[in-house]
């Protein structure tokens, strides 16, 4: 992503682009959340581009740590998600792109074997602000949209 696509979305929305970001639970586990069309992205994730940038280049070099356990009965392809879940996040996606009847929710589409915590992820002090702290346990599954917010 570059500046230019960053102030487009933080304008106007995910509307043509995908925005991912990351989440922490009551327990401490991560999640990533992929948003797009009129998906709500929390503010701590506007902060700042660099910063975004940041987390997802560490997000990227994540090695796969553990097995992804596919939990949507939505049809699509999801190896984004399911690589996700393989290097330890919970991987949810806005699937009411794709229904009439919406939901309200980010669907979770793959989960960790082995959860990633926090304190594995070793984030600076720093990138720590741009975290979305979610009341939820991310175990359970689907999450409102209105905890994101």
């Known amino acids: 992503m570059n500046r230019e696509t960053w102030d487009e979305i933080m304008r ?49 070099s994540s090695p796969k740590t553990t097995s992804a356990i596919v939990v949507t009965s939505e049809k699509g392809n999801f190896a984004d998600w399911i690589g996700y879940a393989e290097k330890g996040f919970f991987a949810y996606d806005f699937q009411d792109v794709h229904r009439s009847d919406k939901k309200n929710q980010y669907d979770l589409i793959a989960r960790p074997v082995r959860p990633m915590k926090i304190d594995d992820f070793n984030l600076p002090l720093l990138l720590l602000g741009n975290l979305v702290k979610i009341d939820c346990d991310f175990s359970d599954g689907d999450i409102n949209i209105n905890k994101v917010n």
Do not use: C, H
Not at 16 to 22: I, N, R, T, V, Y
């Open 12 to 60: 106007d929305g995910a509307y043509s682009q995908e925005l991912d970001w990351l989440a922490v639970d009551n327990k401490g586990q991560l999640g990533i959340f992929t948003a797009i069309l009129n998906a709500p992205i929390p503010n701590n994730v506007k902060l700042t581009f660099e910063n975004y940038m940041d987390l997802g280049r560490r997000i990227e």
